[in-house]
C-alpha cells in the first residue's frame, strides 16, 4: 500500500496565485520529500525535510512538517505557468525503501 | 555527466516476451532503484540495490527481476511480459549517505504489452 497520499489530486489556480498541497503518511518517517514531475518526464527533487524539523524554505517553496499528524504540506507562492506539473511527497518509512505517493496535479493557469 | 540512462525509451512486446530494461548512472550512486509509474497509483517500487551484488524487494515485485553485478547498472528484467505491466518504468538513483538529498531519475521507459 501507498505510504504517502497527496491531497488534492489536482489543483487549477491563476498565475501568481499560492499553491498548497498536502501529503499524509502511515509511519515514523526519517525523513520527507517533495518531488516534481513535468509532462512526460522524471521526477525531479525539490526539497527535503528531516523529521525534527517543522518547515523548509527554497525559493518559492514553504515545506512544513507536522509529524504528530503525520503530514506535510508544500506551498508554492506567487505561482508560475511554469510550475504546472505533477509533485509528489517521497517518504522512508521503511529505510532503504522510499515510497511516493499518488501525487497532485497542479495546472497554473497564465 | 549523463546522470541516469534509461535505455529504452519506448518499447512494445507481446504477451510472453521478455526483455531487460537498462539503467546506468556514471555518477558513483551505491543506491539505485526500479519504480513503475501507472495512472493514479503513483510511483511503486518494484527493487533497490544497496550496492553491487545486493539487491532487495519493494512493493511490487513480482514479475521482476534484478541484479547489481556493477555500481554503475542495474537491470530490470521482464521474465514472462503481462498486459498487467503496461506501465511507464522509472530508475532512480543515489548516494546512500544522499538518500537524503533526493533520488535523480532517468527519463523514463514507456512499456506496452499487448
Known amino acids: 500500500s501507498q505510504q504517502g497520499e497527496e491531497d488534492p489530486q489536482a489543483l487549477s489556480i491563476q498565475e501568481g496565485e499560492n499553491a498548497t498541497m498536502n501529503c499524509s503518511y502511515k509511519t515514523s518517517i526519517n525523513n520527507l520529500q517533495w518531488y516534481r514531475q513535468n509532462s512526460g518526464r522524471g521526477l525531479v527533487h525539490l526539497i527535503l525535510?528531516?523529521?525534527?524539523?517543522r518547515e523548509k524554505h527554497s525559493g518559492r517553496l514553504r515545506v512544513t512538517l507536522d509529524t504528530s499528524k503525520k503530514s506535510s504540506s508544500l506551498l508554492i507562492t506567487a505561482s508560475r505557468a511554469a510550475d504546472t506539473a505533477s509533485y509528489f511527497c517521497?517518504?522512508?518509512?521503511?529505510?532503504?525503501?522510499?515510497?511516493f505517493g499518488t501525487g497532485t496535479s497542479l495546472t497554473v493557469i497564465p | 555527466n549523463a546522470g541516469v540512462t534509461q535505455t529504452p525509451k519506448f518499447q512494445v512486446l507481446k504477451t510472453g516476451q521478455s526483455m531487460t530494461l537498462q539503467c546506468a548512472q556514471d555518477m558513483n550512486h551505491e543506491y539505485m532503484s526500479w519504480y513503475r509509474q501507472d495512472p493514479g497509483m503513483g510511483l511503486r517500487l518494484i527493487h533497490y540495490?544497496?550496492?553491487?551484488?545486493?539487491?532487495d524487494q519493494g512493493e511490487v515485485p513480482n514479475g521482476y527481476n534484478v541484479s547489481r553485478s556493477t555500481t554503475e547498472d542495474f537491470p530490470l528484467r521482464l521474465l514472462s511480459a503481462a498486459p498487467s505491466q503496461t506501465s511507464v518504468y522509472f530508475c532512480?538513483?543515489?548516494?546512500?549517505?544522499?538518500?537524503?538529498?533526493?533520488?535523480?531519475f532517468g527519463s523514463g521507459t514507456r512499456l506496452t504489452v499487448v
Open positions: 532512480a538513483s543515489s548516494y546512500l549517505q544522499g538518500l537524503i538529498y533526493g533520488y535523480t
Open positions: 525535510i528531516r523529521s525534527n524539523e
Open positions: 517521497a517518504t522512508d518509512a521503511r529505510g532503504n525503501q522510499f515510497y
Open positions: 540495490s544497496v550496492g553491487a551484488g545486493i539487491t
